[in-house]
């Protein structure tokens, strides 16, 4: 599943293309997007901003409509100039969303509806966002007043969950308990509030670390990704997908298991983080 930080690139690199640009095509495979097109066509409007709000993406348009999309596994927004050939198969195509300098081209997209702008506070999975990590004005308190609430759950699955805090992927998930030393599957009651702390602040630093300038492209799918400051594509990561490697810290070799209700796989040190 992306990231919070790969939907926030997409969403900012689609938002510098097409906010305040008017909409000369629109196309999509779902028939409840193309219906209120009929009704009330996309083309026309104004393209008003693209945002991110946790992992769900926002492209909002003059009239008070707003597409939502939801990347799941493997969703993506890519951008083209008109007549570029697309980096995947048309058969992979979900929406297309054409001004006069651009081609927004949404693939293999899974989850995509219209809501109202006044909708979105109420929304069944917007309005129960837990802190996102990513905004601007992150609350910092109110995310780990949330963890606590998860006192009985394993820490991994907690930080998984988009109501505590919104971004956290598979990814940093493993990333942020091995650099703040935590056991995965501790209960979170079981931990010190430095840990929590250390949890909520490093998540924010990974996921802020990773939307920097310099990587900006204009395709939006996820580049790189590192959280060991180090440039070598095999040094990037401190544990996730280093199974079986020895720990960077102390040497141990990293552990894989399937975690969680979703059975999402978690990479640690036993060493470092029991
Ligand atoms: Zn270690």
Redesign the pocket.
């Known amino acids: 599943m992306p990231e919070g930080d790969t939907i926030f690139r997409a969403a900012r690199t689609l938002q510098r293309a097409l906010a305040g640009k008017n909409v000369t095509g629109f196309e999509s495979v779902f028939p409840h997007l193309t219906r209120i097109h009929e009704d009330a066509p996309i083309t026309g409007r104004t393209v008003e901003s693209v945002s991110a709000s946790g992992k769900h993406l926002l492209m909002a348009f003059t009239g008070d409509l707003i597409l939502r999309t939801h990347m799941r596994m493997n969703g993506s927004w890519h951008i083209y100039r008109p007549g570029e050939t697309w980096q995947r198969s048309r058969r992979d195509m979900r929406i297309v969303v054409t001004t006069a300098d651009f081609v927004a081209v949404g693939f293999s997209i899974p989850v995509a509806e219209w809501v109202r702008g006044r909708e979105i506070s109420r929304h069944a999975e917007l309005g129960k966002l837990g802190p996102d990590l990513l905004a601007e004005h992150f609350d910092e308190e109110e995310a780990k007043r949330r963890v606590r609430g998860r006192g009985d759950s394993a820490i991994a699955d907690v930080l998984l969950n988009q109501r505590v805090m919104a971004g956290i992927g598979n990814v940093y998930k493993s990333e942020v308990l091995f650099a703040c030393r935590v056991d995965p599957f501790a209960l979170v009651s079981r931990l010190s509030d430095e840990q929590v702390s250390c949890l909520v602040t490093t998540a924010r630093k990974f996921l802020r670390a990773n939307v920097s300038e310099k990587l900006a492209a204009m395709t939006t799918y996820l580049g790189f990704r590192k959280t060991t400051r180090r440039d070598d594509p095999s040094e990037r990561l401190w544990a996730y997908g280093r199974v079986g490697d020895p720990?960077r810290?102390?040497?141990?070799l990293i552990k894989i298991a399937k975690q969680g209700r979703d059975a999402r796989l978690t990479y640690w040190?036993p060493?470092?983080q029991s």
Do not use: A, K, L, V
Request: hydrophobic share 0%.
């Open positions: 720990c810290r102390c040497g141990s040190c060493t470092c």
